[in-house]
């Protein structure tokens, strides 16, 4: 329905914007889970570091021997740790080395750090590692912007990161749950309302903006833009409810790849409303319409289809969902915020033909239909005789059984008198006649329909009353319902 979004990411921390006497403080915070330390001290702070931004003593405990001869484990003056904060953009390996000129190599301490505000290249990885290790310090870190982002993303710092930046992905996390959660609940009470009859359901969608429900007159473009809208459900989608927004007459060429669509479309009244009265120019769209379908129908059954512009409106996007109504639209009432007077986030346009749904992404639209369509012609009405069709066929069709009756099949000549815009008549005991109109008449060789349409043959069997033979000359007659008005008022 809608295209696909992408991945949401997260931006980069920019720890550049941090005063330096504030990253220190940053990093003083990240090490507290670091080691089990007895004492951190901002050494720092006070101006005069003598070369430590950062000093801490890891705890260290040893086990002694008491007069008594029990063990007792005794605190002790733990492991020097050296913590250095740079807050710049770039360390190159000549700056690790400047930085690292504060060490005293006749009493290094056990364990530096240098965190920095920066990527750090391979070289000056290499450098870091070997003059720390020429100097004697057995343990050393390097941390720059990815490690620092690391241990500011992890749960347990979410409080540092929201101390330094604002930024909480625990509460981010506690949002997206209640965006979910509202969706769910959206979504179950929609199919609770819905689903038991949702192809056939109807809604009314208002803007969650508008505040003159239900006076349309307070808006002088509410036809361009209205404010609300009864909408027919086609479908509950996972992700929302699919509506219907257009529906007209089309022409499809499947081998071409073209499509046209036929003016008017048809027009979207709420079926239930029965307090509504058709105005003059719904009237005349209605009679536009007739003439519409009148071209549609004579166009050949393979190029026949229907077009329709579905929208979703996502579960994530209903504000309140009224389960009553009221006296004016006694349907469910969605509230949404309608983006340019439409209440949808997505749509998608298909044509539909024997029960197949064709997307249009690869076709082309060409005009077929004209701007304005003539009055329906009529031939030859043939209403004293019957046509010669198998009497199961009749009976079904006059007790409206079995769907409609498209096409005709004639192999021995019965159907030779009637010509394209003809009008022939079905007949059955007592019951009301109907009557079909001839709107194409082609020929089929027997052989090709039963190398290629078995299907077919079986339909042309049912009419002729024996299997067709590969030396038969089929006659196709393309056929469409008519009425007895519709050349009697001409």
């Known amino acids: 329905m809608s295209k696909a979004k992408p991945t949401r990411t997260t931006n980069p921390i920019h720890f550049e914007d941090l005063d330096p006497k504030r990253?220190?403080?940053?990093?003083?915070?990240l090490i507290y889970d670091f080691r089990d330390w007895q004492t951190i001290e901002a050494t720092g702070k006070g101006g005069d570091d003598d070369g430590f931004d950062i000093r801490a003593y890891e705890r260290v405990t040893t086990?002694?021997?008491?007069d008594e001869g029990k063990e007792v484990i005794r605190p002790m003056d733990g492991n020097l740790w050296m913590i250095q904060c740079k807050r710049e953009k770039r360390v190159p390996p000549s700056k690790i080395k400047q930085i690292l000129a504060d060490i005293d190599p006749d009493n290094p301490p056990y364990g530096y750090i240098?965190?920095?505000?920066?990527?750090?290249s391979k070289k000056t990885y290499d450098t870091f590692r070997d003059q720390l290790t020429e100097?004697?310090?057995?343990?050393f870190y390097l941390w720059g912007n990815s490690t620092l982002e690391t241990e500011l993303h992890q749960p347990k710092n979410d409080r540092i990161l929201f101390t330094f930046f604002g930024i909480s992905n625990v509460r981010l996390r506690r949002s997206r749950s209640t965006e979910i959660r509202t969706e769910v609940t959206n979504k179950n009470r929609v199919m609770r309302l819905l689903d038991d009859n949702s192809r056939h359901s109807w809604i009314l969608v208002r803007d969650s903006k508008d505040r003159h429900y239900p006076y349309k007159s307070e808006y002088a473009d509410f036809d361009e833009r209205p404010r609300w809208k009864s909408y027919e459900v086609t479908e509950l989608h996972p992700r929302g409810v699919i509506i219907l927004l257009k529906r007209c007459y089309a022409f499809v060429d499947e081998i071409g790849k073209t499509f046209d669509l036929a003016d008017p479309p048809h027009p979207l009244q709420n079926p239930y409303d029965h307090h509504r009265q058709e105005t003059q120019s719904e009237r005349e769209i209605r009679e536009k319409l007739g003439l519409a379908r009148d071209y549609w129908e004579r166009l050949p059954l393979k190029n026949q289809a229907m077009f329709t512009l579905d929208g979703i409106i996502r579960y994530e996007d209903m504000l309140v969902i009224d389960d009553k109504g009221d006296k004016w639209n006694d349907l469910p009432h969605i509230y949404v915020d309608f983006k340019d007077g439409s209440p949808v986030s997505g749509t998608l346009a298909l044509l539909e033909k024997d029960e197949r749904q064709i997307e249009l992404d690869e076709f082309k639209r060409e005009a077929v239909f004209p701007k304005s369509f003539s009055e329906p012609k009529f031939g030859t009405v043939y209403d004293d005789e019957t046509l010669p069709l198998p009497g199961t066929i009749s009976e079904q069709y006059v007790n409206f059984r079995g769907g409609d009756l498209k096409t005709l099949y004639d192999v021995d000549g019965r159907l030779d008198h009637l010509?394209?815009?003809?009008?022939g008549v079905?007949?059955?005991g007592n019951k009301d006649e109907r009557f079909l109109q001839v709107t194409h008449r082609y020929k089929l060789a027997g052989e090709d329909v039963l190398r290629d349409q078995p299907q077919l043959a079986w339909q042309v069997s049912l009419q002729?009353?024996?299997?067709p033979t590969s030396d038969d000359m089929i006659e196709v007659l393309e056929v469409r319902e008519c009425y007895k008005h519709q050349?009697?008022?001409?």
């Open 419 to 423: 010509e394209v815009d003809d009008v």
């Open 135 to 139: 100097l004697g310090v057995l343990e």
């Open 23 to 29: 990253f220190e403080d940053l990093v003083r915070e």
């Open 63 to 66: 086990t002694t021997v008491d």
């Open 114 to 120: 240098l965190a920095a505000a920066t990527n750090f």
């Open 464 to 467: 002729i009353g024996r299997e």
């Open 487 to 490: 050349w009697k008022e001409r």
């Open 426 to 428: 079905v007949r059955f």
